[in-house]
């Protein structure tokens, strides 16, 4: 049973446009959110996250949307760099500094 | 470089012998996990240490695999008799447990090939 599910395989956007990855998780316990960036033969990034008390967090051109009661977050990208092209996991955890468990990921084309 | 070191980068073996690698946390950080990604799925967690202690091994994929983090330093992950299905990319991260809104940081990960 995959607790966290990343719908959408693939995204492309234009340079300068507004990307827009979309998560969703089934585990209502979950209580903390993350999103990674990951680069071919690299590990994971860390871009941005979230806890369970908020419903928006923001760093530069990310930002990070959590609906609880949909069980849904959503990753912002705004405005979208080809240098963002990369395959983005969101991630959830019972709590902070516990297992996580990833999302099969989605990669974002940005076109110049 | 400070960050989450992982060693070797890449690693070639012939079905039924044992691999080990080597993960090299963030200094100071006391919490280190390995996770394991196979192709086209995310990261899968397998085990990880609150400085020497293993707080959860359950998630080991059998009995063939053990972790160990002898000293609460750097870690090795030991894979026995290894098998076709063994071969994925096999990520360490490290986190500095400080509680609410803790994040890991993971290294560049082994990539093994059983053949």
């Known amino acids: 049973d995959q607790q966290v599910k990343q719908n959408s395989p693939s995204l492309s956007v234009q340079e300068g446009r507004i990307s827009i990855l979309n998560c969703d998780y089934t585990n209502s316990m979950f209580d903390y959110f993350l999103w990674y960036k990951k680069y071919p033969a690299e590990g994971p990034t860390f871009l941005i996250s979230?806890?369970?008390?908020?419903d928006k967090n923001e760093d530069g051109r990310f930002t990070v949307f959590l609906n609880k009661s949909a069980k849904h977050l959503s990753l912002h990208i705004v405005p979208s760099q080809p240098g963002d092209s990369a395959v983005y996991f969101c991630?959830?955890?019972?709590?902070?500094?516990?297992?996580?468990?990833f999302g099969g990921g989605t990669r974002l084309m940005v076109k110049p | 470089d400070t960050g989450v070191s992982q060693n070797p980068r890449h690693k070639i073996t012939k079905r039924g012998q044992n691999v080990t690698f080597r993960c090299d946390p963030i200094s100071e950080h006391n919490r280190l996990y390995w996770y394991r990604q196979t192709l086209g799925q995310g990261p899968e967690f397998l085990t990880y240490?609150?400085?020497?202690?293993?707080?959860?091994k359950s998630r080991l994929l059998s009995d063939r695999f053990s972790a160990e983090r002898p000293k609460g330093s750097f870690s090795t992950l030991e894979i026995q008799r290894t098998e076709q299905g063994d071969s994925a990319m096999y990520l360490c991260?490290?986190?500095?447990?400080?509680?609410?809104?803790?994040?890991?940081?993971f290294g560049p990960g082994t990539r093994l090939l059983v053949l």
């Open positions: 991630a959830a955890s019972l709590y902070a500094g516990n297992m996580l468990t």
């Open positions: 991260a490290s986190s500095p447990y400080l509680g609410a809104e803790e994040t890991q940081y």
């Open positions: 240490f609150q400085n020497e202690a293993q707080l959860e």
């Open positions: 979230i806890s369970s008390i908020k």
